[in-house]
T-cell receptor
Framework: KAGVTQTPRYLIKTRGQQVTLSCSPISGHRSVSWYQQTPGQGLQFLFEYFSETQRNKGNFPGRFSGRQFSNSRSEMNVSTLELGDSALYLC????????????FGSGTRLTVV | DQQVKQNSPSLSVQEGRISILNCDYTNSMFDYFLWYKKYPAEGPTFLISISSIKDKNEDGRFTVFLNKSAKHLSLHIVPSQPGDSAVYFCAASALYQGGSEKLVFGKGTKLTVNP
């Protein structure tokens, strides 16, 4: 079966702009989580969506937001980009029923200049 | 406050020998522990997991040991192969109200297996 698909793979944006990243989960998976990976902080949890509702949220400012559609696809938006937002953004899908059956996508590499 | 710690940023072993990667955690509420392997510019790939009610789980060359009293887990790779060279992340999962989970990751250990 197809894996988790993230688009685009690479993105360059200017400070102050906004960006939208997309994630298509594994078919049948209802939970989508987003993580930010930076060299200094490692992998950090942003938020989780399940059945179009945000179920959990990490410690990120309100500039980071997301949503999930009825087909479980999810988007993540970052507004007013800062240089420190440069990172690899990873999406993970799971059935959402516990047991940590997470599968990660290949990520979107965002560079803010 | 770092709830999951991997104290060794790097580890180098010879092909055929055992690789042991260690991880410590502080939160007693974690109920699943996982190991992921990651190459640069790619997402983490799941390797093996263990429930908090077990102390060992084995899958081929990979074995994870959990010591709940010490809040410590380790990943053993035997025998190590050059293709195992990657960054290994330890992660812990806690179940929240409503069925939500989130993974808390360590900062990773870069394993190099020398031929």
């Amino acid at each position: 079966k197809a894996g988790v698909t993230q688009t685009p793979r690479y993105l360059i944006k200017t400070r102050g702009q906004q960006v939208t990243l997309s994630c298509s989960p594994i078919s049948g998976h209802r939970s989508v989580s987003w993580y930010q990976q930076t060299p200094g902080q490692g992998l950090q949890f942003l938020f989780e969506y399940f059945s179009e509702t945000q179920r959990n949220k990490g410690n990120f400012p309100g500039r980071f937001s997301g949503r999930q559609f009825s087909n479980s696809r999810s988007e993540m938006n970052v507004s007013t980009l800062e240089l420190g937002d440069s990172a690899l953004y990873l999406c993970a899908s799971s059935p959402g029923t516990g047991g940590s059956g997470y599968t990660f996508g290949s990520g979107t590499r965002l560079t803010v200049v | 406050d770092q709830q999951v710690k991997q104290n060794s940023p790097s580890l180098s072993v010879q092909e055929g020998r055992i690789s042991i990667l260690n991880c410590d955690y502080t939160n007693s509420m974690f109920d699943y522990f996982l190991w992921y392997k990651k190459y640069p510019a790619e997402g983490p790939t799941f390797l093996i997991s263990i429930s908090s009610i077990k102390d060992k789980n084995e899958d081929g060359r990979f074995t994870v040991f959990l010591n709940k009293s010490a809040k410590h887990l380790s990943l053993h790779i035997v025998p190590s192969q050059p293709g195992d060279s990657a960054v290994y992340f330890c992660a812990a999962s806690a179940l929240y109200q409503g069925g939500s989970e989130k993974l808390v990751f360590g900062k990773g250990t870069k394993l190099t297996v020398n031929p």
